[in-house]
């Protein structure tokens, strides 16, 4: 395989030119922030009409939020799993002791030790697992209840107002 220099270089895909810009912007020496109007500089500069940068920005923030509320979702399926892994280590912890004061060996509390150990593994498999439909249903059915609270939340403080006036 031959060198690169830009004398032989090749025809470039759209593809192709995303990532090598990608590339370059991120090995820049100054890894300092944009302003919008370096962003609209440099849409222009690669012949990037305003529309279609207005666009782009606007479907880019809808990312950025869409990927915020799955970041929640896995931090709150995270909790719930250092909820019940903590239950689940001050019961079975109390059941060995129990079991030992009662006999200084460790016999039937092995039984419960393993079965919630199970139930806690397969919780964890599914909090670590982030894809698939099974995780993309238990995110609606997050997202759900969270729009339901808050719903319920402003119905209240609107009633709330309109008692108090």
Not at 88 to 112: E, Q
Not at 130 to 154: D, P, T
Request: hydrophobic letters at 40%; glycine letters at 6%; charged letters at 25%.
């Amino acid at each position: 395989m031959s060198a690169f220099t830009p004398e032989n270089s090749p025809i470039y895909q759209h593809e192709d030119i995303q990532e090598i810009l990608h590339i370059a912007i991120a090995r820049q020496t100054d890894p300092g922030e944009f302003s919008r109007k370096e962003l609209v500089d440099i849409a222009a500069e690669l012949g990037i009409s305003e529309d279609c940068l207005q666009s782009a920005e606007r479907e880019w923030h809808e990312q950025q939020f869409i990927q915020q509320k799955y970041r929640t979702f896995n931090l709150y399926r995270q909790q719930l799993l250092q909820n019940k892994a903590g239950k689940y280590a001050i019961i079975n912890g109390f059941l060995i002791v129990i079991d030992f004061l009662g006999g200084h060996t460790v016999s039937w509390s092995l039984y419960p030790l393993l079965f919630s150990g199970l139930w806690v593994s397969l919780d964890a498999w599914k909090v670590f697992l982030l894809k698939g439909e099974a995780y993309e249903q238990a995110f609606l059915r997050w997202e759900r209840k969270r729009q339901f609270k808050r719903s319920i939340g402003v119905f209240w403080q609107n009633l709330r107002q309109v008692v108090q006036e």
